[in-house]
């Protein structure tokens, strides 16, 4: 029987302390203050778990790849990467996700619109994440590096093509002279030598030509 009972709201409770705490969701009262942040909180319970934002204590870990999380839910949320378990399936492709911020950030594909604009060149994005990967191409930084020859790369997906260099494997092969390339994009310019696509034109005589270089 929950016999204290919110005057406000009717939601009952067991225990006169609950009622209490409750009491302070309809007040707006935040009596538990961060001494770091001064930041307010109804509960103290929840302001013990914000205190591991700023001590960084990270006391829920993956069992399976011992990563930590400061809060249970992140790591909740994290286990569906292991499980490969998506709950948040698209409706309109059926595509699935594990969480559903990366559901939200896929809709924008559907939608086509670009929220997130370089303040450098106003070019559009779907997703946060692609801006930031693009503002390094303004700002020149290379934060991917190559581990043998220490050239810098501002993609990883850059680095990781170029890793195939090292390599000395050709995974890309000419359908037509079985020829092989490092790179996809080699092979793509190098198919223009067997269809006669000429893609670079003069602007001047309006010549074409397979590679850039000729055009230069």
Do not use: W
């Amino acid at each position: 029987e929950k016999q204290h009972v919110c005057k406000i709201c009717q939601k009952g409770f067991i225990h006169a302390g609950n009622l209490k705490l409750h009491m302070l969701t309809h007040t707006g009262e935040k009596p538990h203050v961060c001494k770091f942040c001064q930041k307010g909180f109804t509960h103290a319970s929840t302001l013990k778990l914000h205190m591991l934002t700023h001590t960084g204590e990270k006391q829920h870990v993956c069992k399976i790849c011992q990563k930590g999380f400061i809060h249970a839910i992140n790591l909740k949320l994290h286990m569906l990467t292991h499980t490969g378990e998506k709950p948040h399936v698209c409706e309109i492709c059926q595509k699935g996700f594990a969480l559903s911020s990366n559901l939200k950030s896929h809709m924008v594909t559907h939608t086509g619109e670009k929220p997130h604009a370089c303040e450098v060149c106003q070019k559009g994005f779907a997703q946060s994440s692609h801006l930031k990967q693009h503002m390094l191409i303004h700002t020149g930084e290379k934060r991917h590096v190559c581990g043998t020859c220490q050239k810098g790369f501002t993609c990883v997906f850059t680095l990781k093509s170029h890793m195939v260099v090292h390599t000395g494997k050709k995974p890309y092969s000419c359908k037509i002279c079985k020829k092989g390339f490092t790179l996809a994009d080699t092979l793509r310019r190098h198919m223009m030598t067997h269809t006669g696509e000429k893609q670079h034109v003069c602007k001047i005589c309006q010549k074409g030509f397979t590679h850039v270089s000729g055009l230069k």
